[in-house]
């Protein structure tokens, strides 16, 4: 199993980037897709979630009309769309799979290795 992240990197402040999370080795289209970040010395936070269709999205406050989540069930992908970031928005992203059985259960399957995002000017 694996999910690895990419798309991270510096950007300045009102900029967008566009993070990806490739999985393989389980059935992605029975899984629900979040994104999480985390600063040193804080809890991760869910940013984002799909439900494994992709029919349902939920987003943090904090990110609500700047971040999208998609996801490509046929691609076995998960994206995260951010705009107009901002210096809070600086942390390791990662991507998480849980199965949509436990879907709020908060109880991960698995976790990808994480894509830092820096926004500064």
């Known amino acids: 199993v694996q999910l690895v992240e990419s798309g991270g990197g510096l950007v300045q402040p009102g900029g967008s980037l566009r993070l990806s999370c490739a999985a393989s080795g389980f059935t992605f289209s029975s899984y629900a897709m979040s994104w999480f970040r985390q600063v040193p010395g804080k809890e991760r936070e869910l940013v984002a979630r799909?439900?494994?269709?992709?029919?349902?999205?939920n987003y943090a406050d904090s990110v609500k009309g700047r971040f999208t989540i998609s996801r490509d069930n046929f691609k076995r992908t998960v994206s995260l769309q951010m705009n107009s970031l901002k210096g809070e928005d600086t942390a390791v992203y990662y991507c998480g799979a849980i199965k949509m059985s436990r879907y709020g259960s908060g109880q991960y399957d698995y976790w990808g290795q994480g894509t830092q995002v820096t926004v500064s000017s």
């Open positions: 799909i439900t494994s269709g992709g029919g349902t999205t």
